[in-house]
């Protein structure tokens, strides 16, 4: 029987096969080993990818937003908050064994090595769970949708900014401080952290 070494190589060599077949049709996403890499002409906005997790025998998944024009957005209207994540250039990370990424493997967020060593099922397992996962959130970057304000709110501990994403979202779409489209997301405890203050913000930024 191969080794596990020799196993994990042949899973990973399929999913780079897989996950360029998978960026295809997609204008701008390339791969980078065992990520995809989203891009707005040469600027890299967002990444989706696996990673490797030796202990558990298995790989899991992440997603990364850097963003520039996002940044620089949050950064302007930080108002005094400083960026909730330790690398300064993420919007946003998540990995998801932290819970963030919800349907990847059951609750452990990490698939496992089969045990019939069928490199070939597995490695389409992984694509196939990333892709549904990850891919789609990355490529949202690139038009930035009002409906991307539903994953911020959903996942509002993995940004740096939460509430100046939303707000990025919704300058970006045109929306003013009182559009219905922003009502939920400006009603969350997880978004308007600070209250009246943050409150002031929002109409500092979206006036009416």
Not at 89 to 112: C, E, K
Not at 174 to 186: K, M, S, V, W, Y
Request: charge should be positive; hydrophobic fraction near 45%.
């Amino acid at each position: 029987m191969e080794s596990d070494a020799t196993y994990k190589s042949a899973v990973e060599r399929q999913v780079r096969v897989r996950m360029s077949a998978r960026a295809a049709p997609y204008t701008g996403v390339r791969t980078r080993g065992l990520d995809w890499v989203v891009r707005e002409g040469k600027t890299e906005l967002a990444s989706a990818g696996l990673y490797p997790l030796r202990a558990a025998g298995g790989w899991a998944a992440t997603l990364t937003v850097h963003c520039p024009t996002a940044l620089a957005f949050c950064r302007t209207w930080a108002d005094g908050t400083a960026s909730a994540l330790p690398n300064p250039d993420m919007l946003m990370a998540v990995m998801s064994t932290a819970g963030g990424m919800p349907g990847f493997a059951g609750h452990s967020g990490v698939i496992v090595r089969a045990g019939t060593h069928d490199a070939d099922a597995l490695a389409q397992q992984l694509v196939d769970r990333l892709a549904d996962a990850a891919l789609t959130r990355a490529l949202a970057w690139r038009t930035v949708p009002v409906a991307l304000i539903d994953d911020v709110v959903a996942h509002s501990a993995f940004y740096a900014w939460p509430l100046q994403t939303v707000l990025y979202i919704a300058h970006r779409n045109g929306l003013a401080a009182d559009d219905p489209r922003l009502r939920d997301a400006l009603q969350r405890r997880a978004i308007l952290r600070r209250g009246e203050r943050d409150r002031a913000l929002v109409q500092r930024v979206l006036p009416g």
